[in-house]
């Protein structure tokens, strides 16, 4: 079993769509969550970085961390074209030396 | 902020040759940096992190001779790729961190080796 899940997709939606990602872990350590958002032969940019459990809000976009579930999800509100590209979950342990674990991405397509 | 350049953005060499990446982290000092290989619809596969000023610690089954790591300062890393062949060609992209939790990443650095 991979310490991180995350399902491959593709999912694809209409524009205006509301868009959950989630990923799910096995390593009750892991302790800060984020999340990147990957265009096509592009570097990972940073979106939303959480500690612990909680929701955080950055625009049209909310992170949610359920600890203790293992369970963390982005959402995409009114998406758009523009936000279709590979997302990225990632996560570190305290102490573990800001190496990050990945989910496998997430592609997202969102259509006109 | 948190501006981590890349150079060069793509490379294409013969077999055998030696290739080296450069980066820099711009508006912030990287105590750490990461460098990882992505081959395409896949995830990023960490490489090896290496701290300024001492030697870079290789994931497993990462060959430390093959891709020369060295942290020069706080601000640039190079990654070297030694006698190039063809299955080395991938999209390499490092990442920066200054301390706090999270790392920033590189435009990525594409190469291809004929």
């Known amino acids: 079993q991979k310490e991180v899940e995350q399902d491959p997709g593709p999912l694809s939606v209409p524009e205006g769509a509301i868009v959950s990602l989630n990923c799910t872990y096995s390593?009750?350590?892991?302790?800060?969550f984020m999340w990147y958002r990957q265009y096509s032969r592009k570097g990972p940019e940073l979106l939303m970085y959480?500690?612990?459990?909680g929701n955080k809000e950055d625009g049209r976009f909310t992170a949610q961390v359920d600890k203790s579930s293992k369970y963390i999800s982005l959402f995409i509100r009114d998406s758009q074209p523009s936000d279709s590209a590979t997302y990225l979950c990632?996560?570190?342990?305290?102490?573990?030396?800001?190496?990050?674990?990945f989910g496998t991405g997430t592609q997202l397509k969102v259509e006109l | 902020g948190a501006v981590v350049s890349q150079h060069p953005s793509w490379v294409i060499c013969k077999s055998g040759t030696s290739v080296k990446i450069e980066c820099r982290s711009l508006?912030?000092?990287?105590?750490?940096m990461f460098w990882y290989r992505q081959f395409p619809k896949q995830s990023l596969m960490l490489m090896a992190t290496?701290?300024?000023?001492?030697?870079?610690?290789?994931e497993q089954g990462v060959e430390k001779d093959k891709f020369l790591i060295n942290h020069a300062s706080l601000t640039l890393s190079t990654l070297t790729v030694t006698s190039a062949h063809p299955e080395d060609s991938s999209f390499y992209i490092c990442?920066?961190?200054?301390?706090?939790?999270?790392?920033?990443f590189g435009p990525g650095t594409r190469l291809l080796v004929l």
């Open positions: 990442s920066a961190s200054g301390g706090e939790e999270t790392q920033y």
């Open positions: 390593n009750s350590a892991f302790q800060y």
């Open positions: 959480t500690y612990s459990s």
């Open positions: 990632a996560m570190e342990v305290t102490g573990g030396g800001n190496k990050l674990t």
């Open positions: 508006d912030f000092q990287a105590t750490t």
């Open positions: 290496s701290n300024e000023g001492s030697k870079a610690t290789y």
